[in-house]
């Protein structure tokens, strides 16, 4: 395995890092999730969360900012005090990890519905964790274009998610407000929780190349596209079913695309799925990636092949140990989005507001 210490990736490589990270597992249930809290005015409240999103990656970029030479990591080491910092960024490998577990349960799960249903558990985890293992093992730089690769069966997504709009019917989503503003603005939680794959922006900032306002436009230009693949993908399913169809497919997405056939491709939502599951795996190679580097920045003999495996075989057992059990999957999945707040909304503003009490490197070098 290569080392990844002095490594960066261009601008245009950090865009679609962001992208495949954040363009996971979600798409198929966050219409379904929006409409249970929100009903059809669940994509105001994924209005809402995508400006509010923005407003939070300007205050991690200014974070990064500040120490443009450290990862975040090694941010927390240096504002929190050595030891406090291994502290949290331990508790960082591990949300990592859980996410990653959740990312496994939730593939796991829907392949054996739509695809596989006699398949054991363990097959499709391990097949999935084993290639995102296989892709993590290359260089940062490596892993940066092959997710601008595979960034190229976004256009197949869209092609078939567009395609179906042509039997939308607009009125499905008025009268615009009718759910309540109560309603609204508790779907904007599940509006925020799809977006928390931008912590990685933070994550691998200092392994990116230009200036700062340039990586900012590079995050905020990959946030602003994840926000409209997805309002597209709301507002295209929640004017395909009526508000009383929505609250029965938990996929909507899949169920969108099953009605429709091509003379060469009879089943579209399995060709979807297809392509899905790439981007699945992307997104898990991020956290598996942030997971080590936490791992080998807190433990610095740590060999970055160790680490890897190591978090891979965490994720492998752990969600094995959970399987196809519902309501295990049900409390694990409350337990990371919780800690989604904490980790990637929480924990980088208080670790903000203390670096203002330190100096950044570079003035601490010139004032000495």
């Known amino acids: 395995m290569s080392s990844q210490t002095n490594q960066k990736i261009s601008r245009r490589q950090f865009f679609f890092v962001i992208i495949q990270t954040q363009i996971g597992v979600g798409i198929l ?10 009903k059809q005015d669940g994509w105001i409240s994924l209005l809402i969360a995508g400006v509010l999103i923005q407003l939070l990656l300007f205050l991690l970029w200014w974070l990064a900012k500040r120490f443009p030479s450290k990862d975040y990591f090694q941010i927390q080491e240096y504002v929190l005090s050595r030891w406090f910092g291994k502290v949290t960024s ?3 490998v591990i949300y990592f ?15 054996s519905i ?10 499709l985890g391990f097949m999935m964790v084993f290639i995102c293992l296989y892709m993590v093992c290359c260089s940062l730089l490596v892993i940066a274009r092959l997710y601008m690769m595979f960034a190229a069966l976004l256009i197949i997504m869209v092609v078939f998610i567009f395609y179906s709009a042509k039997d939308s019917k607009l009125m499905y989503i ?4 009718e759910a309540g503003w109560s309603n609204i603005i ?9 977006f928390l794959g931008f912590i990685v922006s933070l994550v691998l900032y200092s392994k990116t190349e230009g200036t700062a306002k340039e990586k900012l436009v590079a995050i905020q230009s990959a946030q602003a596209f994840v926000f409209t693949f997805y309002l597209a993908i709301v507002l ?13 497919v938990p996929q909507p997405v899949l169920y969108m695309l099953k009605s429709y056939e091509f003379p060469i491709v009879a089943r579209i939502d399995l060709f979807f799925i297809s392509t899905w599951i790439v981007f699945v795996a ?4 991020t956290y598996l990636l942030m997971s080590s580097l936490g791992l080998t920045t807190i433990f610095k003999s740590l060999p970055t092949k160790w680490a890897t495996i190591g978090v891979a075989v965490t994720i492998f057992i752990t969600a094995t140990y959970i399987g196809y059990d519902i309501s295990k999957l049900n409390n694990f999945n409350t337990y990371v989005k919780k800690g989604g707040y904490i980790f990637s909304i929480g924990l980088p503003l208080v670790v903000l507001i203390f670096s203002f009490f330190r100096k950044s490197p570079a003035k601490e070098g010139a004032s000495s």
Do not use: K
């Open 29 to 38: 249930a966050l219409p379904f999730d929006l409409h249970h809290t929100a």
């Open 90 to 92: 331990f508790l960082y």
């Open 97 to 111: 990890c859980s996410v990653g577990i959740l990312i496994v349960l939730i593939y796991s799960r829907l392949i």
């Open 114 to 123: 739509w695809v596989l249903p006699n398949t054991p558990f363990w097959v």
């Open 174 to 177: 008025f009268p615009v407000g």
């Open 186 to 194: 508790a779907g904007i939680d599940m509006g925020i929780l799809s």
């Open 236 to 248: 295209i399913t929640f004017t395909f079913f009526s508000t009383q169809e929505m609250a029965l």
């Open 282 to 285: 992307t997104s898990l190679s």
